[in-house]
């Protein structure tokens, strides 16, 4: 019995939250700290994860596995994948920016009692939110990655409803009106999803009989196990119903914009960036495991999906006047590209894929930031308020440009590699999808230029002139995520290396072979 | 007779006592539709009692007719501390909680 | 009738009986019961014989042991393997002592506990005269506002019959579930009922309302209860016994002993099928199912809070485990004629109840209404028919019930001057009012919407499973539809507690004694462990899913 | 020695980074740096050439394999540097001519107090474009193609206060983006083709082909197609030509550098370097010479139109790309001669860049050229090297242009056919425009009588000469205008230096080479006479007269941008609307809707407890009456 690694890797955050949670009022700042040394020591222990996993090694490494509750044929079942050691290391990696980004929106506006304590609670939720991921995204029992999936929400839905954004902080009755319908709205739309999903969770144990995602799919896999194929088909809806709406895709994502729009930005990274992720991670674990023959009976359908999403998010994103829920269709747009890869079925396709969650967090990440940064200065979200920011405050513009540039996924940041994956993974199988979803490219950029032209560029609105550069704080937060835009979009094989071994074990549990190009290379 | 025939009243008076519960509106005559009701049910045990030719039924109707004394208790008592404070039996009136 | 009939029935009654062997009872496997009753009795002995101004401690005294003693009792009968091997009938076949009624005769008990604390509460109301008073009317009798009323309080009278009525209750709901001859049935149920009617109508504030709750309780309950007694009726006429097994084994045709008048009734399905449909009326009325639920809001908006909290968790634990060995001990064979009905049953409380409850304003209808959709979830598990089906019903009742009682609990800490302030509008901003009441509740509430991590949800996945495992798949459906829609109002009052501003004049959060504190706690307790870690209850619940013929 | 070809790249991007992350204390000598940066370059490509050179022609290819960059199951790009005769060209003309434009910038940009950015931003680009053609593979060229889009986007919109210039920089990165659409998709029909896309495996030698032999010529040809849509966009060719004209917003230099010498031709090299797939797919090529056909001459028409000086040169621009292009659409018998036209191109539409700079700068950043005149007495240097650089452009024989573009007419009428004869003629036609605006430009700016008044701020232009740092690299490349043409077609220099890349056939062209230069002259004479007796001989008016309906039209790029206007942009937001509408309504609308009518539905049903206990015994009667009847009729039936 080795030292369960993985299992600390999210009990660290969650007593973490717990701790910060009980530092008493007076000490805010205590609790600040605290909760960042957590996100470091938690980013320590995952590069550990990193470093002890083996790309080579058996599929599900470093495993835990304990009885839990037999009766429901639950196990506590932990162990990593390529994808899934790739997801916890972004998480990992994004909590301390977001919390360090975060230093100053939760102080106290108004004092309510001398115990209301909003501080210690925003960084205590935020830790727990990283818990709860981080084991969804280790969990192999299918029990378990649900009770999370599920149990994520509601310190998410604190986060979003109880920590508004500075730009209309304090009593305004509308925005706190609009926030808690943001809050709730995030919240239903998931719960049902995630009920939904409990009903194809409980089908699948009548079927199976119990929840481990290896038995499972290796009596998929060696036939022991059929399902009827309507009966896997409707499970594997139920699973994917769950994990669109987390996603989110087309029609399924309207919660999105208002949740993004209310939140505080570090709030909205977490929900795009980390939280997302999970919907996403689980259609490549779950949905293409469990229920190989459904998702290839779906796959069309769900990649037509997907190009709207892909297409009208961006549309949408060009039409948006608020700059966070331009920047929440753009991550509906992202979305539609990763799922596309991930449902194309080819190695580019899931390989891209993977990588796009990975470089999607920190670009959105990187660009949402900053936006925070700005709308915090200016009190507005609304673009119409902004104007030749760029004279004023140079290094907040570049940053800002940068975080767009990746965004519109420009050639030698980190996301063109994985966009460019999941294009060509696509085209490969479904060259009509493959080529449709090229235009959003060109819209990418649109929108980006639009919101930095208006934004950065032009005269110097009154409003603005005074307006103060990137703070250290806020440097620390911003630079280390555009180094490593750069530094992935140059050498991304550290986390293809990861990543292959997995999508391939993948590709053969739905039997897809790559199609073999026309001309074959005379060798 | 044919001891069925009872049954038949039987369920005529249980009949009519809901009827009543349902259509009367003082608190003392719908609670006495109630009793009509147990008193319906105790002719039914005594008429399958002798159908059956075992005690069974006619003890059972003992034990309803203290069960339903120890209704009138209570529910008289009820009844009357609600009639104290509003003076009025009228179930009707008593509708302060709704929706 | 010819004449010889009835001269041949007179000479049978007529002929002296040799003899008359005295009644076997089982004194031993009957303790709880009997410890109560006898708790009960003594009860009302210190009511009549001491001094009024120490009854409320006796009375305390009292209870608290009978009720630890009794379920002392019940564990010494379940280790000693009462529920599993040594299972059987007692008390010339009128009480079975089994798993289930084991199991859910702790649960009633332990209910009953904690509900007991909250009742002995007498710090939540300021001091009148000098004297702490709980929350009960200081004299039943006098009329609401008259000086009589006011003379009762000046003299710091108490209405500490409650703790008797409580244990007769308690002691009635014991037998409910393990009554195995449906005139034990009846009385049980008539015994439990009787003083929750009367614990409904002595609230010390709100005392009209608390009286109106009592009167619509009292005639509706009575109303069902003549149905169920009819329906006995019908059914003894059917089989010729209130016994369930003969019951059972006539239904099924299994019976070897058949003489001529059974012969033609067994012929006539009409009595078993109407008798079985207004018996298991009677019980869905106490378990709150659609359309028998209309008297839920009224009676836990009217009834004092504790007396609400108890009612509502122990009255549908004792009813649903009546229901379950009616259907599986006395009616397996008729499975198929009440599965579908059962379902629809099942089908519109789970939706009803959820429904009606999003527009509630007030705290306590809202949580009636909940425990309506609750019913409904119950009744998924119920219709499995399977052990299986059994235990997530228990294991479902136990979860739920500790989770009621701490919700109630807490409802009777937020007050205003009018007493508790249930109307949700007065909820605005207590989470920053109060963050720890606020977060209490808000576990509970979770709970009850079957959020992971609670015991809401593992019960609710236990039900669920159990009854897809019975080929009941569309009820899982409903079952997770009508639980999102039931969630949007928790989430409500979520919201309302924690992201609006208090008000001004907003009630205040009076700090419990350790009474009211210890039933929170318990409440917290189980429900995160039962969340976190219920594999132990579920076993529990497994060994005692069997019921004994 | 390959391994220099990485420091080619590697110092223009450290210039970069170190300018644009260096922050104000750098402001002092950061121009220098970036100057001495691109020059290192410069030396680099120097040395490499020389290597080259050493070597015989065939192996004159150096490989330099750096790392694999995206390594995933059945998908290999790698970071390869190809130097060839070719990419060699280019290199040397970016980074030479880089490096003067970097010089001249020093004194251009003197009084902006970004200019630290500025020289930053250009480093970006000589990277960038220097990575375009080293690439040894599509995708890494992909890289360096949006790179130089990026470089370009952030120079064109360098004065970014000015919204006009904000907004000439987003319309350039759009347009190039929808050609960058057609280049990606190039790459994924490649990669779905031939399993890569790398140079070597799928283009192989101009002697022996690779890949693209076994390819169906359907395939081929939408390859071709989409690199041509690429190229369109890069290279500012109809119907991508729109953001050139506004690009002009940007520095003088940068319009030099980018969009005159450098990056504008690198639709003309992707084609070139494509040349085996283009070769294959003939209907592609026909497309590419009629699109370079008609961007010749719209460029031409809208360039005569112009009174914006840099926009006049910015039309001339498009249209002698549309001469390469053209030329890389006849195949084997023009590639050479594109490039080449490329080079010289280079040479003299950077030096009148620069010279129209240097006007720029004498007049207060006057680029009206009514208001011009007589700027001859003023600036002579300016003067003589921008008149050599106009008579390298109308094909004045022995100058650069003649040489280039007189081979271009030649080879299109070798094209034969009816073809041959259309194309030769448009190329024709587009000598004797090209004649006619220059010289247009050239009356109007440098002689005539002063027409120049008080700006707004009411002070007198004082017309000066502009200092050293400006005036040598125009002088030089005032010489390369005049010479280079010459120097590369005595011997036919530059053909054999490039065959072994391109490869080269002669076309066995109707008319015979002399009519051919004979026509050319001709039509330069007509065009040259033409706008003399128009500029020349009587006063231009300083408000432009109405003109004809061609030449307003013209004036507004042949209302090419208003068609965009109307159609993409007023569409486009007609469309975000009511999307935007839509997915408030709809989509959102179902769902809130959802909620409202359950909540509507519990309002009802609410009703329902109305408080009498009777209503509720009613509903139990009823219940338990349907209880019994369901129970009894289950059994019936």
Redesign the interface.
Known sequence: MSFPLLTATAALPAIGAIATAAVPAARRTAAKWLALLVSLATLALAIIVLVRFDPDGARYQLTESHAWIADFGVRYELGVDGIGVALLALTALLIPFIILAGWHDADPLETGSKRWRPTQGFFALILAVEAMVIISFEATDVFLFYIFFEAMLIPMYFLIGGFGDRAHAGSDEKAAAQRSYAAVKFLLYNLVGGLIMLAAVIGLYVVAGNFSLQEIAEARANGSLDMATNTERWLFLGFFFAFAVKAPLWPLHTWLPNAMGEATAPVAVLITAVVDKVGTFAMLRFCLQLFPEASKWATPAILVLAVISIIYGALLAVGQRDIKRLVAYASISHFGFIIMGIFAMTSQGQSGATLYMVNHGISTAALMLVAGFLISRRGSRLIADYGGVQKVAPVLAGTFLIGGLATLSLPGLAPFVSEFLVLVGTFARYPVIGIIATFGIVLAALYTLVLYQRTMTGPVKPEVSAMPDLRARELLVVAPLVVLLIFLGVYPKPVTDIVNPAVKSTMSDVHKKDPKPEVEAAK | ???VNY?YL?ALL?TI??TG???R?N?IV??MC?EL??N??NL??V????????L??QI?AF??MV?AA??VV??L???V??F???HSAS??D?????? | ?SAVAVHS?WT?AADPISKIDAPKIEYGQLSPTLIILGAAIIGVLVEAFVPRKSRYYAQLFVSVVALCAAFAAVVALASDGYATTKAGIAAMGAIAVDGPALFLQGTILLAGLVGLFTFAERRLDPETHGNRVDSFAAQ??S??GSDSEKAAVKAGFTTTEVFPLLLFAVAGMLIFPAANDL?TL??AL?VFS?PL??LC?LARRK???S??????Y??LG??AS??T??G???L??YA???SYGTIAKVVDGTITTV?P??VD?MGNDALLLIGAAMIVMGLLFKVGAVPFHMWT??VY??APTPVTGFMAAATKVAAFGALLRLLYVVLPGLRWDWRPVMWAVAIVTMLGGAIVAITQTDIK?LLAYSSIAHAGFILAGVIATTPDGVSSVLFYLAAYSFVTIGAFAVVTLVRDAGGEATHLSKWAGLGRRSPLVAAVFAVFLLAFAGIPLTSGFAGKFAVFKAAAEGGAAPLVVVGVISSAIAAFFYIRVIVLMFFSEPRPEGPTVAVPSPLTMTAIGVGVAVTLVLGVAPQYFLDLANQAGVFVR | MENLIALLIAAPLLGAAVLLTGGRRLDAVGHWIGTILAAVSFVFGAILFADLLGKNAEDRTLIQHLWTWIPVEGFQADVTFRLDQLSMTFVLLITGVGSLIHLYSIGYMEHDERRRRFFGYLNLFLAAMLLLVLADNYLLLYVGWEGVGLASYLLIGFWQHKPSAATAAKKAFLVNRVGDMGLSIAIMLMFTTFGTFAFGPVLGSHEKPGLVEGASEATLTGIALMLLLAACGKSAQVPLQSWLGDAMEGPTPVSALIHAATMVTAGVYLIVRSANIFNLAPDAQLVVTVVGGVTLLFGAIVGCAKDDIKKALAGSTMSQIGYMVLAAGLGPIGYVFAIMHLVTHGFFKAGLFLGAGSVMHGMNDEVDMRKYGGLRKYMPVTFVTFGLGYLAIIGFPGLSGFFSKDKIIEAAFAKGGTEGWILGGVALLGAAITAFYMTRVMLMTFFGEKRWQPDAEGHEPHPHESPKSMTIPMIVLAFGSVFAGGFFSIGDRFLHWLEPVTGHSHGDSPVSALTVTLATMVVLVIGVAIAYAQYGRRPVPVVAPRGSLLTRAARRDLLQDDFNHVVLVRGGEHLTRSLVYVDHTLVDGVVNGTAASVGGLSGRM??L??????SY??SM?GGAAILVAATLLMRAV
């Open positions: 007779m044919n001891p049954l039987a249980f006592g809901a519960v349902l259509i509106r608190a719908v609670f109630i009701m147990l319906a049910c039914a045990f008429a399958f009692s002798r159908m059956h030719g075992n069974d039924g059972i034990f309803t069960v120890a209704e209570v529910g008592a009820i009844i501390s609600l104290r404070s509003r179930v009707d008593a509708s302060l909680m709704k929706l | 009738m029935l049978t039943a009798a009329v609401p005139l009846f009385v008539e009787l009617y009367l109508a005392r009209l309302m009286q109106e709750a009592a009167v619509k009292f005639l009575s109303f003549a149905f007694l009819f006995i009726a019908l003894y006429g010729g016994s209130v003489d008048a059974l009734t809001p009224d908006q009217g209808r | 609410r009703k407890q109305n408080g009498y206990a009777r015994a009613v009667f």
